[in-house]
């Protein structure tokens, strides 16, 4: 059975900092991971998608990079500003069953 | 317009009873899923369906049931709701795409069971 593991559970930060996510998972039978935002009491935000073929993903001050083999992901997100504050997701779909399967989250407070 | 739509975002209701909630997508995916968040437990996988006549319980599916009424259509009912259902529910949506696509996130709804 799949799991994935986000460490730590929350992280807080001055404004302007780089952040730095993490996220692993037991089984590298994967086919992508992805991560998402989510603001307290909202809905889940996509924010990359890296196919299991692709070392990682930018978009913006965001980066992601994958090590299938290892069990690792890691989000990046460079000169942090007070509206990143939320809570980052993590998930895979594994190659057995096609589901997602989502990590705990890193709750991130970015301090002005 | 959101692409994932649920209804109702907000809903009380009393132990015992039926309710059904709602999710409806504009994005053409044929994969459809309905998860519940609790704190602390993270998102966990109650019933997925990959396409209209292909539907799959997962990991928490004791006491939900779904239909898959459309393509873009997919009902998550609590046949007899209890207080340890009390969470926040949310539909994805996914394209097939042979891999694995990029999923999409509903609002999420917010039900509680008293």
């Known amino acids: 059975k799949q799991e994935v593991t986000q460490i730590p559970a929350a992280l807080s930060v001055p404004e302007g900092e780089n952040l730095v996510l993490n996220c692993s998972f037991t089984?590298?039978?994967?086919?992508?991971l992805q991560w998402f935002r989510q603001d307290p009491g909202k809905g889940l935000t996509s924010l990359l998608l890296i196919q299991s073929s692709q070392r990682e993903q930018t978009s913006g001050r965001l980066n992601a990079s994958l090590d299938k083999s290892s069990g690792r992901s890691t989000l990046y997100i460079a000169a942090s500003q007070p509206g990143d504050s939320a809570t980052y997701l993590c998930?895979?779909?594994?190659?057995?069953?096609?589901?997602?399967?989502f990590g705990g989250g890193t709750r991130v407070l970015v301090k002005p | 317009d959101a692409d994932v739509t649920q209804t109702p975002r907000n809903r009380i209701t009393k132990t015992g009873k039926r309710i059904m909630l709602e999710c409806s997508q504009t994005?053409?995916?044929?994969?459809m899923y309905w998860y519940r968040q609790d704190p602390g437990l993270g998102l966990r996988l109650i019933y997925y369906s990959f396409d209209v006549k292909d539907i799959n319980k997962g990991e928490i599916s004791d006491g939900y049931s779904v239909s898959r009424q459309a393509q873009a259509k997919f009902s998550l009912s609590l046949e007899s709701a209890i207080p340890n259902q009390t969470a926040l529910y949310f539909c994805?949506?996914?394209?097939?795409?042979?891999?694995?696509?990029?999923?999409?996130f509903g609002q999420g709804t917010r039900l509680t069971v008293v």
């Open positions: 089984d590298s039978a994967i086919y992508n």
């Open positions: 998930a895979v779909i594994g190659t057995a069953g096609n589901k997602l399967t």
């Open positions: 994005k053409g995916h044929d994969r």
């Open positions: 994805a949506t996914s394209d097939s795409g042979g891999r694995g696509s990029e999923a999409f």
